[in-house]
């Protein structure tokens, strides 16, 4: 569990109270990391959310990032859109708490290349590469490439293809 009072610590050093002690470094780096490496998930999730909200008004979706989120560069807006689209359509699916998991601790940029694949896919794609978090980003991206490639028309048909013969878990939809 992260340290509740990690935001008054953020907020005294930007007062200029820097930590000094290599214990109290140590800890607070940690916690930063921590923070830092699970903040894009959730903030991805917020943006699809309120995408969601603004249905066809993008412009409107597009203002209220920018004027109550900060999120005035657009790519990154869409990233995260993308990304959040994916999640929330995880847990809308069935998709199992592990799988749902492993995808949100991913890093951003291989959520980013999981969320060209549709979302129905993603449970078969994760039991064929159990291993993801271990692959590196060209290899996340090779993989998705190649599962593209077989939903594609000019591919073989799906019913002869791994990710439509891969057998998942039970899946359930509580935390």
């Known amino acids: 569990m992260l340290d509740c009072g990690i935001l008054q610590k953020i907020d005294a050093i930007a007062e200029g109270r820097l930590p000094e002690e290599l214990d109290e470094l140590t800890d607070l780096g940690r916690a930063l990391f921590r923070v830092n490496a699970l903040t894009a998930q959730p903030l991805a999730v917020v943006v699809a959310g309120g995408s969601a909200a603004f249905g066809r008004n993008i412009a409107g979706w597009s203002e209220w990032c920018v004027k109550e989120l900060g999120i005035d560069n ?65 290899e996340v991206r090779a993989a998705v490439s190649a599962a593209l490639a077989a939903y594609s028309p000019s591919s073989t048909p799906p019913s002869k293809h791994w990710l439509h013969t891969v057998s998942t878990a039970p899946f359930c939809h509580a935390f």
Do not use: W
Not at 87 to 107: E, G, H, T
């Open 74 to 138: 657009a790519s990154y807006r869409s990233h995260l859109l993308a990304v959040g689209k994916m999640l929330r359509a995880l847990r809308n699916s069935d998709c199992s708490i592990p799988q749902f998991r492993k995808i949100f601790s991913l890093a951003h940029d291989k959520q980013l290349t999981l969320s060209r694949l549709p979302a129905d896919r993603l449970p078969a794609f994760l039991s064929h590469y159990p291993e993801l978090d271990r692959m590196s980003r060209e």
